[in-house]
């Protein structure tokens, strides 16, 4: 150990010798972007073999049955590897990358970098019906903050890395590096300057490459548009636009009451088999549900859906109808599966399950306009199955510059750029004027700890409640005299304020103010007649420290228009803030982040 930390020593002299710290930053960020490549390729491929052995050799070998148990073996493995290997359930990626960055100061426990990596491929790959995204996002950032705290980075360049190793996760898994950029600076809304811009595009790039050399050309989605853009087409994109608004609004509602369900099982091992053999059950009779679903996209945008739906259901597909009906089936079983994954102990994310739902409503969309023809002719039905993907991930994950451009590189070009625009756009406003916040945001949105573009409320989640406390005031007791009161507080202190606190517990009882005590305070003959409750009041508003976000400080000084008002930790006193403090700091925060 000794050992260790000397070399790291003897490192950064060097370092600080020959590199500038932009060239450090930039190097680190290409080592992030190698080994978040490296992560997502691991967690691909381990959760395809998986698939493999189990689809292609039990169910394809003997039975399908197999499908109602997978999901409960996957969970029960789950359980075991956080029960006795990681000892701790790993965290949502996502949103609890965006709660590093607001209350952790970008610090992410180093085991997070394995632990979703050996979770979510047990998972997925026993058939729950989850993303590896998230999972692969929290890795590559763990990655990220353990680098920054090995080499003393700073918190805003740490954010950087992060934000570097997120790209580089989802630049790697889809091979779309631009997208992958914009979903790094999109859903977790860092103000990410141009110079940040060189890093970002390093680590993507090195990702991207590092895909390509363990995967080679090999992609999710292999594209072949089967028509171009038309302004005839533009009403069907515009229906299509806000029916992909209203099913996010139904994904995300669905999700959340399903999981707010199993949060109410107060036993994991209940949660775990009651959530197993219901995703099993419903794997069973519908087999596309298994996994990611993007094979079944893949079949979608071929135009073969009976390879996909001939065992949905047990039903015979025979006519357009009875394919539209199935995928119907499929739009709205794929949330409640996704669902029952996460909410049962299974690892998993929310971004394929969106592209997924996307992929299946445009492909049933644009068969329903085909057999109706409402404006007079047919329209493409792989392009409307891409570009409803868009329109899932606009509406469910409020991120629709990323679902644009990712849609628009898997495609390999800009052919359908404007009708992404389309009905990216209008889903986005409709699931956003009825839902405030995407999946990712929205616990953290109600706990107050999330960092949006509003600078202003960015600057208030990343304050330190704890710097701003004041903690040399000189705390009295109700039964002091007068007296009592002016020679050990009054004289000793160059403070106007005192709180009363109980001398035992130290539970805050109420304050002193000087002007309390003006008119008496030299009169003696009042210095043992009268006692410190005689003459004390009520804060006009209490801090608790537990409770309150800096956000709600802000508020109770502008509704109480006070200077000082006392904080306390479950009713026991700690401290006070001032104002005039928290002006301050907020001043100094406002203008680091803005630099």
Not at 19 to 43: D, E, P, W, Y
Not at 138 to 155: C, D, E, R, T, V
Not at 186 to 193: G, H, I, K, N, Y
Not at 528 to 551: C, G, H, N, T
Request: net charge positive; with cysteine.
């Amino acid at each position: 150990m000794k050992i260790g930390k000397r070399k790291l020593v003897k490192f950064l002299s060097w370092k600080s010798k020959h590199l500038t710290n932009h060239q450090f930053i930039l190097i680190l960020c290409a080592i992030i972007g190698i080994v978040s490549g490296i992560m997502a390729v691991f967690i691909k491929k381990f959760t395809l073999l998986i698939q493999h052995i189990l689809q292609n050799g039990l169910v394809a070998s003997y039975h399908r049955a197999f499908y109602f148990f997978f999901p409960t073996i996957g969970f029960l493995i789950v359980f075991f590897i956080i029960k006795y290997l990681i000892k701790k359930r790993p965290e949502p990626g996502i949103p609890y990358t965006l709660y590093a960055i607001s209350r952790l100061k970008g610090l992410i426990p180093p085991k997070q970098m394995y632990a979703s990596l050996i979770t979510a491929p047990f998972t997925v790959g026993f058939g729950g019906s989850a993303g590896l995204e998230g999972p692969m996002v929290i890795s590559g950032a763990s990655f990220s903050s353990y680098i920054s705290k090995l080499f003393h980075i700073n918190q805003s360049e740490r954010m950087l890395l992060i934000a570097c190793a997120c790209s580089a996760t989802m630049a790697a898994m889809f091979k779309a590096p631009v997208a992958a950029i914009v979903f790094a600076i999109e859903v977790f809304s860092l103000d990410l300057t141009l110079l940040s811009l060189l890093p970002l595009m390093a680590s993507s790039l090195l990702a991207v490459l590092t895909s390509y050399f363990f995967l080679g050309n090999e992609i999710l989605m292999p594209i072949n548009l089967d028509g171009e853009f038309t302004l005839s087409d533009v009403p069907y994109y515009v229906l299509l636009g806000g029916l992909t608004g209203l099913i996010s609004i139904y994904f995300c509602t669905a999700y959340q009451r399903i999981i707010s369900y199993f949060e109410e099982i107060d036993s994991y091992l209940k949660r775990l088999f009651f959530g197993g053999l219901m995703l099993g059950l419903v794997i069973f009779f519908i087999p596309p549900l298994y996994g990611e679903g993007f094979e079944v996209m893949n079949t979608l945008i071929s135009g073969n859906p009976k390879d996909v739906l001939q065992n949905a259901f047990n039903w015979e597909v025979e006519g357009a109808w009875s394919i539209i009906v199935l995928m119907m089936g499929l739009v709205l079983f794929k949330v409640v599966a996704m669902a029952t994954t996460v909410g049962a102990g299974g690892v998993g994310g929310v971004f394929s399950p969106a592209l997924f739902t996307g992929g299946i409503l445009g492909n049933l969309f644009a068969r329903i306009a085909n057999q109706l023809e409402i404006f007079g002719h047919s329209v493409p039905l792989a392009s409307f199955t891409l570009v409803a993907m868009a329109g899932l991930v606009a509406g469910v994950l409020h991120a629709p510059l990323t679902a644009i451009f990712l849609i628009a590189e898997l495609t390999g070009g800009y052919t359908l750029f404007i009708p992404l625009m389309i009905v990216a756009s209008v889903s986005f406003a409709l699931s956003k004027y009825y839902i405030k916040h995407s999946l990712y945001t929205k616990r953290l949105a109600l706990e107050g700890n999330l960092i949006t573009h509003d600078k202003d409320q960015k600057v208030l989640t990343l304050m330190d409640i704890e710097s701003v406390i004041e903690k040399n005031l000189i705390p009295v007791t109700a039964q002091m005299t007068l007296g009592e009161l002016i020679d050990n507080a009054v004289i000793k202190s160059n403070r106007n304020v005192f709180p009363v606190v109980h001398p035992s517990t130290k539970i805050l009882e109420g304050l002193i103010l000087l002007d309390n005590i003006r008119t008496i305070m030299f009169k003696h003959e009042f210095y043992e007649i009268v006692k410190v409750k005689d003459v004390m009041q009520s804060p006009p508003d209490i801090i608790r420290l537990e409770k309150d976000k800096m956000a709600d400080i802000m508020n109770k000084f502008q509704k109480t228009n006070a200077w000082n008002l006392p904080v306390v930790k479950e009713g026991v006193y700690v401290g006070f803030i001032s104002k005039s403090k928290l002006l301050t700091a907020y001043r100094k925060n406002l203008i680091y982040f803005s630099t």
